[in-house]
């Protein structure tokens, strides 16, 4: 069993940042990939980011490469997505998982309760 809390969610204009957080407890953190899913309203879950138990790999979302930066912390049992030059379409719920460092949903057996993050044009 883990149970999975973000926080860091909020209201931010566009072209901003917000740096989302997830802690992490119950099973060994540092034995599995991360990753983080949004869904905004009406559509589906989809992919955002995934690391490597080790932090050694990143994985992104070709809508969001080169402005999100995901990390890990082992020792904290936390893991975070640094969000930049935020757009409107990147209004979502965000949350992060615990599975296979894949981009498929299925491939994540635990996950959070979401976290809020609203980019105003």
């Known amino acids: 069993q883990v149970q999975l809390v973000e926080s860091g969610g909020g209201l931010v204009q566009a072209g901003g940042s917000l740096r989302l957080s997830c802690a992490a407890s119950g099973r060994t953190f540092r034995s599995y990939a991360m990753g983080w899913f949004r869904q905004a309203p009406g559509k589906e879950r989809e992919f955002v980011a995934a690391?490597?138990?080790?932090?050694?790999?990143?994985y992104y979302s070709d809508s969001v490469k080169g402005r999100f930066t995901v990390s890990r912390d082992n020792a904290k049992n936390t893991v975070s997505l640094q969000m930049n030059s935020l757009k409107p379409e990147d209004t979502a719920v965000y949350y992060c998982?615990?599975?296979?460092?894949?981009?498929?949903?299925?491939?994540?057996?635990?996950w959070g309760q979401g976290t809020q993050v609203t980019v105003s044009s």
């Open positions: 998982a615990s599975g296979d460092g894949s981009s498929a949903v299925w491939g994540y057996d635990y």
């Open positions: 690391i490597s138990w080790s932090g050694g790999s990143t």
